[in-house]
């Protein structure tokens, strides 16, 4: 793990950056020094007096494109011996935290974030990966970019307590556990017993039993063919093997929905 990540920023608007980065967790790890975020405006690298970056498509439609001449010349000015080019794309891959661990790991991370209709295609050629937050489109590549940076600014070793990224969500392959607080009791609902029970081993198993029953009911993906293959198959399967306890009020929620399902799937 590099001593500083360094992060570049190829925008159109360069102001966006650090921007929120600069608060709460990525704030504290770019005071810390664990990494550095630097824009630069595209625009620098523009053709002619106006500075273009885009123009028409050949075929004909709608918008423009980004020109792949300042794209280059950008590159060729920022990415250095060891930058890893990165370009926010909705055609791109979806963006995982194993992702943001490979590159928490690596030295140098460049962003060229699109605008328009998108890039020239012969653009995709110059970088190293194309990133997707999702099957959505946004106005640019910039706040894609911004989440990227996030969540990897909070991977950097003293951004955050170790423990806390052990933990959470996905890194084990399951959404995270249910959390609770004081009170105890809050409008009528009550923390589960065994949290307050002291019982180290029973809450490890709980914790595990609610990320497989949360998993399974809202990100099902996650766990589909896991079974026997790898460590995440070896927890499916050990969990599987005992019916996670579904607390009463929401499997009648559930039964309920199976049977409208049904129903609307019935004939006449």
Request: aromatic share 6%.
């Amino acid at each position: 793990m590099p001593d500083v990540l360094r992060i570049d920023v190829i925008s159109l608007f360069p102001g966006l950056f650090p921007g929120p980065l600069t608060e709460s967790i990525p704030g504290r790890a770019l005071d810390r020094g664990l990494a550095e975020v630097r824009s630069h405006d595209l625009r620098t690298w523009g053709l002619g007096h106006h500075r273009s970056v885009d123009d028409y498509t050949y075929g004909g439609g709608a918008g423009m494109v980004m020109r792949p001449e300042p794209a280059a010349a950008a590159l060729d000015a920022v990415r250095g011996d060891d930058g890893f080019v990165i370009l926010p794309d909705p055609g791109g891959e979806v963006f995982t935290q194993g992702r943001a661990h490979d590159l928490a790991a690596r030295p140098h991370l460049v962003f060229l974030c699109p605008r328009y209709e998108g890039v020239d295609d012969r653009i995709r050629r110059m970088v190293d990966l194309e990133l997707s937050l999702g099957d959505y489109v946004l106005s640019g590549g910039e706040l894609a970019a911004l989440v990227v940076i996030d969540t990897v600014l909070r991977l950097l070793p003293g951004a955050i307590d170790a423990q806390s990224t052990e933990e959470e969500s996905f890194t084990a392959g399951l959404l995270e556990y249910p959390q609770f607080t004081r009170p105890p009791e809050f409008r009528g609902e009550r923390v589960p017993d065994v949290l307050l029970s002291g019982d180290h081993a029973a809450v490890s198993r709980w914790r595990r039993e609610r990320a497989l029953e949360r998993t399974r009911r809202n990100r099902p993906d996650l766990v589909e063919g896991t079974t026997g293959r790898g460590a995440r198959g070896a927890q499916w399967t050990e969990l599987s093997a005992e019916e996670p306890e579904v607390n009463p009020a929401r499997r009648r929620r559930h039964d309920r929905a199976d049977d409208a399902e049904r129903w609307d799937g019935a004939e006449g």
